[in-house]
């Protein structure tokens, strides 16, 4: 479920040609064979990146092949070798042959590169075959073909950025909005039973959202569904704080806030250390106006950015979206 996966299809150069020449020249009868070689194709590597956090740029464009090698030419030229590309992939990528199922390779660290697709060998020119008995050959091969695969890229994803907030919040509705996760939405608390990962896409840049079950007041004794969830964004980059402004939640969001901050403390003090973005969420039902000012002030107390969204009209989702991306996103191309 925390696996992000693309099928691409890769094709590396195939050889050029061997040409089939003789030489010509005034003053030299029957010059010999002249035919040059066909250049090599290019070759396809996969490339360890840590610039990038997600597959997402396969989705769109899953069909990548090099160029293939020039024929050769007369006057035992031999053709140009086609271009050799290189695809970078998120470190933690693991390669799979798509027919056959083998594990081709396994990126562990940036820079690690893997040569997925040979290019095809250029076919040799008649001016290989003479022999002394065979002084003017017209054979002449063609180029090898590239190599075809098809290929299977996974990667364990690892959030970006947290979603932490009450049950009923409205955590998993903001992560179907800005992502394409689907996660179970209902008007309950303890809807989320196990974590959703997103990825998000901001204009050429992308991360990966983390939503989590809700906590509640003494979840780091185990209450609710307890603390142990929050191991999942221990590594996130930042903390998106959500708090129900509206009224159906029947609490005041400034006690919640502290609630939750709280139980964060809890775990561990070091997902206090992180930064964080107070939400105030459901604007588009909160009544008392009062209700988010006093959270926009607590939040201005805490030096924390302050957004207010609704789920439902859209309103505030973009920006919030794009200051997010500002702290964690990774170009995605
Ligand atoms: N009016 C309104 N309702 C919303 C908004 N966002 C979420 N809701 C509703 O609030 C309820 C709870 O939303 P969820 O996204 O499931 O909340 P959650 O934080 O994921 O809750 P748990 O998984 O139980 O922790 C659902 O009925 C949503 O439709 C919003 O912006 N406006
Ligand atoms: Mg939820």
């Not at 001016?127 to 002449?140: D, G, M, N, V, W």
């Not at 969420?281 to 207010?308: H, M, N, W």
């Amino acid at each position: 479920m925390f696996i992000d996966e693309v099928r691409i299809r890769v094709k590396a150069g195939d050889g050029g040609n061997g040409c089939l020449a003789f030489r010509r020249e005034k003053f030299v009868p029957r010059g010999g064979p002249s035919g040059g070689d066909g250049g090599r194709g290019g070759d396809i590597t996969l490339l360890a990146s840590n610039h990038y956090n997600t597959l997402l740029h396969f989705r769109f464009n899953p069909e990548h092949s090099a160029e293939r090698g020039r024929h050769g030419e007369g006057s035992n030229r031999s053709g140009r070798e086609g271009a050799s590309i290189e695809l970078p992939v998120p470190v933690g990528t693991v390669v799979y042959d798509a027919d056959s199922g083998e594990m081709l390779h396994d990126f562990t660290e940036a820079g690690d590169r893997f040569l997925i697709a040979r290019g095809g060998r250029g076919g040799r020119g008649n001016q290989h075959f003479a022999t002394s008995t065979h002084q003017a050959p017209t054979e002449h091969e063609p180029g090898h073909p590239g190599e075809a695969k098809h290929l299977r890229l996974e990667l364990k994803l690892l959030a970006d950025a947290g979603l932490v907030g009450f049950p009923n919040a409205g955590k998993s509705t903001l992560i179907s909005r800005i992502s394409a996760a689907h996660p179970k939405i209902a008007d309950y608390p303890f809807t989320t039973l196990e974590p959703n990962l997103g990825v998000v896409s901001v204009d050429d840049r992308t991360f990966v959202v983390a939503d989590i079950p809700g906590l509640i007041e003494g979840a780091h004794l185990g209450h609710g569904l307890g603390v142990q969830f929050l191991r999942h964004i221990e590594r996130t980059r930042l903390l998106v704080h959500l708090v129900d402004v509206s009224e159906s939640s029947g609490r005041e969001p400034v006690a919640d806030f502290h609630v939750v901050m709280g139980e964060l403390a809890g775990f561990s003090e070091d997902l206090l250390k992180k930064p964080m973005f107070v939400v105030a969420t459901k604007i588009d039902v909160a009544q008392d106006p009062q209700r988010v000012e006093s959270l926009q002030a607590l939040a201005a107390a805490e030096g924390l950015p302050f957004y207010e969204i609704s789920s439902v009209t859209g309103q505030g989702i973009e920006a919030l979206k794009y200051a997010m991306a500002e702290v964690v996103a990774k170009p995605a191309e």
